[in-house]
Nanobody
Framework: QGQLVESGGGLVQAGDSLRLSCEAS????????MAWFRQAPGKEREFVAA?????????????VAGRFTISRNDGSRDNAKNTLYLQMTSLKPEDTAVYFC???????????????????WGQGTLVTVSS
C-alpha cells in the first residue's frame, strides 16, 4: 500500500514562505499522480495542487494564483525514493489549514482535482499563518 509522511508545517506570518515535503515509501510512486490537498478549520478538504509523473505537468487550485509551486523528486531507477514538495510564498491567514499529501496509481490527469480518486493519504501537517 505504501506510506506518505508530510513535514514542514509550522507557524509563519502573512507574507512569509514555507516549503512542505512529503516522503513516500513502501511502494513505487513514480508512475502515479501526486497531490496536495488542505483542510481549514470547519471547512471541507480542498484541492491545492497536483503533478503528473514523467512529464511533470502541474495543476493548481484557483486560489493559488501563482503563489505555490508543486514539484516531485522520483529518484532514480535503482533508488526509487519519491518526495513531493509544495513551495508556498506570499502566505495569507486564509492559507491556514492542515495540508495533506495524496497519491494515486494512475498517471492520467482525469479528475485530478477530485480527492475521491486518490487512494493513499498522509496524516497531514499543520500550517498556521498569522496576520
Amino acid at each position: 500500500q505504501g506510506q506518505l509522511v508530510e513535514s514542514g508545517g509550522g507557524l509563519v506570518q502573512a507574507g512569509d514562505s514555507l516549503r512542505l515535503s512529503c516522503e513516500a515509501s513502501g511502494r513505487r510512486f513514480d508512475r502515479g499522480v501526486m497531490a496536495w490537498f488542505r483542510q481549514a478549520p470547519g471547512k471541507e478538504r480542498e484541492f491545492v495542487a497536483a503533478i503528473t509523473p514523467f512529464n511533470f505537468k502541474t495543476y493548481y487550485g484557483d486560489f493559488v494564483a501563482g503563489r505555490f509551486t508543486i514539484s516531485r523528486n522520483d529518484g532514480s531507477r535503482d533508488n526509487a525514493k519519491n518526495t513531493l514538495y509544495l513551495q508556498m510564498t506570499s502566505l495569507k491567514p486564509e492559507d491556514t489549514a492542515v495540508y495533506f499529501c495524496a497519491a494515486r496509481p494512475s498517471q492520467s490527469a482525469i479528475e485530478i482535482r477530485a480527492e475521491a480518486t486518490y487512494n493513499l493519504w498522509g496524516q497531514g501537517t499543520l500550517v498556521t499563518v498569522s496576520s
